[in-house]
């Protein structure tokens, strides 16, 4: 039988954590987005909206990192408490290279890891 590499991704829109499902053990790695703190960054002599389009790019660029790891799985489940998980999927179902890729999104609450990895043992007994 072959083996179908799984992936959870409990998902804000500052943090990723990445729970691969291999023979029922869980690998966790985090990936963090490069988005500051729009208060930290602004000053008088740049614009809101010089502002608000580094923010889209850099939450553009974290979305498309996630894309680039889960091309490697066969099927993932997005989870997490913000629109994130959505905002990503959308994205992912307009590229065709994600056609054959089974994608679930759910909305779930803040989590420890071990709930984390819970979840995604459960989702993936389905």
Same mark, same amino acid.
């Given at each position: 039988?072959?083996?179908?590499?799984?992936?959870?991704?409990?998902?804000?829109?500052?943090?990723?954590?990445?729970?691969?499902?291999?023979?029922?053990?869980?690998?966790?790695?985090?990936?963090?987005?490069?988005?500051?703190?729009?208060?930290?960054?602004?000053?008088?002599? @740049?614009? #809101?909206? &010089?502002?608000?389009? %580094?923010?889209? !790019? +850099?939450?553009? $660029?974290?979305?498309?990192?996630?894309?680039?790891?889960?091309?490697?799985?066969?099927?993932?489940?997005?989870?997490?408490?913000?629109?994130? @998980?959505? #905002?990503? &999927?959308?994205?992912? %179902?307009?590229? !065709? +290279?994600?056609? $054959?890729?089974?994608?679930?999104?759910?909305?779930?609450?803040?989590?420890?890891?071990?709930?984390?990895?819970?979840?995604?043992?459960?989702?993936?007994?389905?």
């Amino acid at each position: 039988m072959k083996n179908i590499k799984q992936l959870g991704i409990w998902m804000d829109h500052s943090n990723a954590y990445l729970l691969e499902l291999i023979n029922d053990k869980i690998e966790t790695e985090r990936v963090v987005s490069e988005l500051s703190d729009p208060e930290a960054e602004f000053n008088f002599y @740049k614009g #809101e909206k &010089l502002i608000n389009k %580094k923010e889209r !790019h +850099l939450q553009l $660029k974290y979305y498309k990192n996630l894309g680039e790891i889960i091309k490697k799985y066969q099927e993932v489940v997005l989870f997490g408490p913000t629109d994130a @998980k959505s #905002e990503l &999927l959308n994205l992912l %179902k307009t590229d !065709h +290279l994600f056609e $054959k890729i089974k994608i679930e999104a759910i909305n779930s609450g803040k989590m420890t890891e071990s709930q984390m990895h819970t979840f995604v043992r459960e989702y993936f007994k389905k």
